[in-house]
Each structure stands twice: as structure tokens, then as C-alpha cells.
DNA sequence: TCTCGTACACGCGGATACTTATATCCCCGA
DNA sequence: TCGGGGATATAAGTATCCGCGTGTACGAGA
């Protein structure tokens, strides 16, 4: 939920905010899996801060659906099964193809060069790490001329809820590959401001990553919900 | 974002919880308006409990969106211009319009008998506060059956969010008399399983209630953004 | 008198140290 | 072998402290 209108006001950041972010990429990334405990003495040590701003984050993180609590016993990396995938990317569905039709008729040339140039960065892009950032930046600019704030803020909730998983879809070349050409089709559609088409292909673009990855998961024996 | 799967699984509550319903009750009920400044020390007096758990409750409250916290500057209640109202009926109507097409088809007679049931106590309930909790009671044990919890939390989240003005709303007697009967229509649509019927009766409710409050507050001069 | 700058008070973010409650694990005894 | 009880680990909560950014009020200078 975090994200509504960051960015437009100056807000001095927190330690617990630098916390969250170091935190959200971690997780992200893999660096800490799914189902990891999160120990609030140990990373306040890590961190060099004390509990009270980790609790911050921690709390903030859980808010976003990638870090659960349970009281007394703590927090946890969420894991996620192939059951909450469906309904990720059922939501996301959702929300990014209404944000798109109301975006299309307002999306001015400028903004949609900019997104071809984020998808040419991507194919150029050689660090695995960046792509995710990318291929949310690709998204996010069709969407942004929608004219709902918080509508955008639940998107970005969503991708970054989704984050870890898309990433394991971009490594894989052959998935990323047919992403981008999907991406070219999505761009072309809205170029010629055809909303219905532009959304029909963002809708398939969705629900093949949505099948690819719990396939995956299904299949490949990634770690579970704690 | 609370409540995904609450209650589900039993979880020891914590002060942080209490305090965060507490608070969210107030506020709702119009008790602590719009604006008024959360000082931590002076609710950890008030409540008798220490900084630390007012502090995650409003954390808590400001992922919901019903408290805005600026750091050095402190929480306060927050406002909800016209445009903020729309933008959160806008996102209900997409979120719950779809929680009602995947529901219709799978409710069961039992459900749609609780669901009268709901209607009946909301016809005679005397108590203003009591309304937004029954008229919320009453659209979500429609969607139960849509079968995505994550839906499911995100129409509950914006329940919470709008909460304070639907309650605005009900205290008009005249656009309640009007909600009832939409709502008989649309339990009947419901009854019929006629799906689509269901969701243009629910989409022109949530319209009707958007606009009647967006009139309210524009021409009514209510306490604003802080 | 009006404006600008400074100084002070307030309140938040954060640190630290300590207490309490709860879950889990392991061991010991029946 | 199994179940209960204690030891341990860890989270939740308390009490207090400090530093710093912000807003404000007051006094000095134009």
C-alpha cells in the first residue's frame, strides 16, 4: 500500500523507511527466501539500529503482503503458494487492465516513447537484478495517465508483492523473450490508441506469466509458505 | 490491507491491534475528524499503554489509509478531498464488481438467506454507528464465495478507507430508504443467479452512493485535508 | 509599524535497558 | 514410549533518554 503519492511531497526519510527498502529488495531478490525468520534483535545488530525502526519496516513490509507477522512468534518472509500467485495476478489482471483502458485515451506520444525506451533498455539490460525494475517501469508508464492515484498506489503494491516471482519469470530467456515481444505488441496497440486491443494483450501478457509461474512453482519445488 | 485471512487462524491480539481498532472505530464514527493531530505520548497516556505499540498502531492505520503520518510533523486523521472519494468508489466498483461475477455463480441459498437476514437488521437497527458495519456485512457476504482472499482484502480495505462517509451517507434517511432497495435488487438478481443483472444493480449503487457523497462534501463545506 | 531573524519549546524518530509473556524444545520420570 | 515440566529463546511491552527538525513567538532593525 506503500506508494500512493510518494515523491510528489518531500518527506524526510526515515531509518525505518531505508530499512523497509533494503529489506523489500532483499527479499526481492532472493537474497532472503521465502519463509526465513525475521528476527528483530539480529537485525537491528545487522543493520546497526535499534528495534524500534526494524519493527517500523517490519510492520510496513507486512502491510505490502511480503513479510508476515504473528505475534509472539514473529516475522517471517512470506512464502507464497501457487493458490496466492493465482490470486496476485487475478488482481492484478484486474486493476492493471482498467488502469490501461483509462490510461490509453490520455497516453501522450512523449510518455509512450519513453516506454519504448525502457523496453529497449531491457533488452539491453545484462543484470538479471534490473530487469524486474524495468519491466515494472515498462508497466507502470502506460499506466500512469489513468488519473487514480490510488488505483497506481495498488498496482505498485502488487508488483512489489509479485517482485520476487517475477524475476524468477525474467531469468528465464525463453519466457523473456516472449515478454518483450508482448510488450512491443502492447506498445504498438496503444499507439494506435486502440484501448480494447491494448488490454487484450496486456490480459494475455498477465495470464501466460500468471500460468508460467505456477507451473514453475508447482512443478520445481520452490520453498513453500512458512 | 488488514484482514486478509483473519480469523481463520486464531492470533493472540496484540495491544498494537486493540489500539488500531479503537482508533479506527473512533475515527470512523466521526469522534476524532478529519485533520485533528494523533500526538504518541498524549494516546499512550489516554490508552495507558507505551509509545511503542501506538506507534505500530499507527503505522497500521496509515497503511490503511485513514491516518497520513509525515515524519517530525507527526499523524493526523486523514481528510478525504471530493477527488479522493471518487478514486475510492472508482476502485471498489472494479473490485467489487468483479468479487460479485466470480460469487454469484458459486453462493449458496444458505448464504443468501444470511444476506436477507443482514438486510432485515438494517431495517430495524435504530443505532446511526451500527449501519456501516451491517451494510458492510451485507456486501461482503456477497463476495465470499468469489474464492480470492486477497479480493476479498482489498474490498474490506476500502471499506475501512470510505467507512467514515458511508456512514455520512446512512444518516440521510432518504438515500438509506434508496440503498435498501438497491440492495433487495440486488439480492434478488443474486437469488436469480443472474450474474450480470447483479452487477449493473451493484455498479449504479456504488455510483449512486460515490456521487451523493461527492455532492455532500463539495456543496457541504466538511472538514478537509489536513 | 512592519518585517525579518533568532531563540526556544514541542513532538517525533530513534536508542537503550529492562520486564513480562509465550512458544518451543528437550529431558526426565512414570 | 509418552507426557509433563522446566530451560531457553524471542517477541511484546515499558520506561526514559537524547537529538533534531519545525513552528512559533518575541525582539531587533529598517
Redesign the pocket.
Known amino acids: 500500500m506503500r506508494g500512493f503519492a510518494e515523491g510528489l511531497i ?10 523497509a527498502n533494503v529489506m523489500r529488495e532483499a527479499i526481492a531478490s532472493g537474497t532472503l527466501k521465502a519463509g526465513t ?6 537485525l ?1 545488530e545487522q543493520f ?9 519496516a ?1 510492520r510496513q513490509l507486512e502491510a505490502e503482503g511480503i513479510v508476515s ?7 517471517h518472509v512470506a512464502g507464497m503458494d501457487s493458490a496466492e500467485i493465482a490470486e496476485i495476478y487475478a488482481v492484478r489482471e484486474l486493476l492493471e487492465c482498467e488502469a490501461l483502458r483509462l490510461s490509453v485515451p490520455a497516453l501522450s506520444g512523449g510518455k509512450l516513447d519513453e516506454a519504448e525506451q525502457v523496453l529497449d533498455q531491457i533488452d539491453a539490460e545484462r543484470n538479471v537484478g534490473r530487469w524486474g525494475a524495468l519491466n515494472r517501469a515498462f508497466h507502470l508508464s502506460l499506466y500512469h495517465a489513468c488519473g487514480n492515484q490510488r488505483l497506481l498506489g495498488l498496482i505498485e503494491a502488487h508488483h512489489n508483492a509479485a517482485d520476487r516471482y517475477v524475476r524468477i519469470l525474467l531469468s528465464n530467456l525463453d519466457y523473456r523473450k516472449r515478454s518483450q515481444a508482448e510488450h512491443r505488441d502492447l506498445l504498438a496497440a496503444c499507439r494506435q490508441r486502440d484501448g480494447k486491443k491494448a488490454v487484450s494483450v496486456l490480459r494475455q501478457h498477465l495470464r501466460e506469466g500468471s500460468d508460467t509461474l505456477v507451473n514453475a512453482i508447482e512443478g520445481g519445488g520452490l520453498s513453500r509458505k512458512s
Chains 1, 2 share one sequence.
Open positions: 518531500d518527506r524526510p526519510q526515515t531509518v525505518a523507511e531505508q530499512v525468520a525475521l528476527r528483530q534483535d539480529e537491528a546497526g539500529f535499534s528495534r524500534m525502526p526494524i519493527r517500523d517490519l507477522i504473528h505475534p509472539t512468534k514473529g516475522a
